[in-house]
T-cell receptor, first 114, second 117 residues
Framework: RKEVEQDPGPFNVPEGATVAFNCTYSNSASQSFFWYRQDCRKEPKLLMSVYSSGNEDGRFTAQLNRASQYISLLIRDSKLSDSATYLCVVNQNAGGTSYGKLTFGQGTILTVHP | DTEVTQTPKHLVMGMTNKKSLKCEQHMGHRAMYWYKQKAKKPPELMFVYSYEKLSINESVPSRFSPECPNSSLLNLHLHALQPEDSALYLC????????????????FGPGTRLTVL
C-alpha cells in the first residue's frame, strides 16, 4: 500500500462546478498535512495546510480525519485558473528519529473547461 | 516574502561535464532541501540541510554532491551524470520553528530543468 494515496483523475469539470479530492495516508503517526498545487512545468506551491478542525480559504476547504487517516480538498465555483495537479502531502513520522519526512501523493489532475 | 530562487532555469549538459545548481532564500529558514521530479511524478527528496549541516541523504548517487556555503545558499554539484538524471530539480526551504526538520511548511523554488545528453 502506498504511504499517501490519491485518485490520479483526471477530473474534467465545467467552470462553476464543485469538485472534491480525497487522499489517504498509511502512517497513523503523521503530524502535518498539506495541499499543494502544481501547474505544468512549474514548482509546487502551497495551497493550504490542513488541520483537524478543518479550514477554509475562499473557495477552498480542507478537512482532516485522523481516525480514518483521510484528507480532503473541496473546491467550489471552479475557475479555469484552478486547472493544475493537486498534491496531497503528509509529514510522516520517521519512527525512531527526531524528525518526520514529507511524503507526496501521486497528484490529482484537474482540468476546468469553459 | 516567501521566495526561493534557483539558477539556472534550464541546463543542458553532457555526461562528462561538471555543473552546479544554485538555490537561495532570504527568509531566515534554517532547513533547505533538494528534490528531483520526473515528468508526471511527485517530487522525490534527495538531501536535507538543517542549520547548514547535511541531515539527510536519501541514498543519492555520489555524482550528486550538495553543499551549503551559508544559511541562505544551497548548491548541488553535478558530475558524470547519466541521461536518466534528466529531471526538474527543485530546491525548498522551511523555517524549523519547532526545531524539527519537515515540521513547517516548505516553500519551493521554480526549479532547474536539467537535460543530460
Amino acid at each position: 500500500r502506498k504511504e499517501v494515496e490519491q485518485d490520479p483523475g483526471p477530473f474534467n469539470v465545467p467552470e462553476g462546478a464543485t469538485v472534491a479530492f480525497n487522499c489517504t495516508y498509511s502512517n497513523s503517526a503523521s503530524q502535518s498535512f498539506f495541499w499543494y498545487r502544481q501547474d505544468c512545468r512549474k514548482e509546487p506551491k502551497l495551497l493550504m495546510s490542513v488541520y483537524s478542525s478543518g479550514n477554509e480559504d475562499g473557495r477552498f476547504t480542507a478537512q482532516l480525519n485522523r481516525a480514518s487517516q483521510y484528507i480532503s480538498l473541496l473546491i467550489r465555483d471552479s475557475k479555469l485558473s484552478d486547472s493544475a495537479t493537486y498534491l496531497c502531502v503528509v509529514n510522516q513520522n520517521a519512527g525512531g528519529t527526531s524528525y518526520g519526512k514529507l511524503t507526496f501523493g501521486q497528484g490529482t489532475i484537474l482540468t476546468v473547461h469553459p | 516574502d516567501t521566495e526561493v530562487t534557483q539558477t539556472p532555469k534550464h541546463l543542458v549538459m553532457g555526461m562528462t561535464n561538471k555543473k552546479s545548481l544554485k538555490c537561495e532564500q532570504h527568509m531566515g529558514h534554517r532547513a533547505m532541501y533538494w528534490y528531483k521530479q520526473k515528468a508526471k511524478k511527485p517530487p522525490e527528496l534527495m538531501f536535507v540541510y538543517s542549520y547548514e549541516k547535511l541531515s539527510i541523504n536519501e541514498s543519492v548517487p555520489s555524482r550528486f554532491s550538495p553543499e551549503c556555503p551559508n544559511s541562505s545558499l544551497l548548491n548541488l554539484h553535478l558530475h558524470a551524470l547519466q541521461p536518466e538524471d534528466s529531471a526538474l530539480y527543485l530546491c525548498a526551504s522551511s523555517q524549523m520553528t519547532g526545531g524539527e526538520i519537515f515540521s513547517d511548511t516548505q516553500y519551493f523554488g521554480p526549479g532547474t530543468r536539467l537535460t543530460v545528453l
